[in-house]
Nanobody, 124 residues
Framework: QLQLVESGGGLVQPGGSLRLSCVAS????????IGWFRQAPGKEREGVSC????????DYADSVKGRFTISRDNAKNTVYLQMNSLKPEDTAVYYC?????????????????WGQGTQVTVSS
């Protein structure tokens, strides 16, 4: 089994920044890709970004390109999502997920393990 725990969410003003962390434990050698997803009330889950564990290939949703940066620290089994220039429409519960095979993809059905989520609220 693989466990994922997110942290770093909170309340921030528009234009502000947050850094989310996703720590993996358990059979950490099993995951090939970590993805970040978000879900706002009444909306479908959206794939925000993903990164491969071995070669660091990344992908971003158009809505966050240039503002969000995903990175990994394999020694700490941790993936980060640096979020800058936050907007009210970024408000959502953010989840990290692990994919045990395949490539970087922002499709939630491809992922096998999920964290419990962390709330991000962007408001003045």
């Amino acid at each position: 089994q693989l466990q994922l725990v997110e942290s770093g969410g909170g309340l921030v003003q528009p234009g502000g920044s947050l850094r989310l962390s996703c720590v993996a434990s358990g059979f950490t050698s099993r995951y090939h890709v970590i993805g970040w997803f978000r879900q706002a009330p009444g909306k479908e889950r959206e794939g925000v970004s993903c990164v491969t564990s071995i070669d660091g290939i990344t992908d971003y949703a158009d809505s966050v390109k240039g503002r969000f940066t995903i990175s990994r620290d394999n020694a700490k089994n941790t993936v980060y999502l640096q979020m800058n220039s936050l907007k009210p429409e970024d408000t959502a519960v953010y989840y990290c997920a692990a994919r045990t095979q395949g490539s970087c993809a922002r499709v939630s059905d491809f992922y096998d393990y999920w964290g419990q989520g962390t709330q991000v609220t962007v408001s003045s």
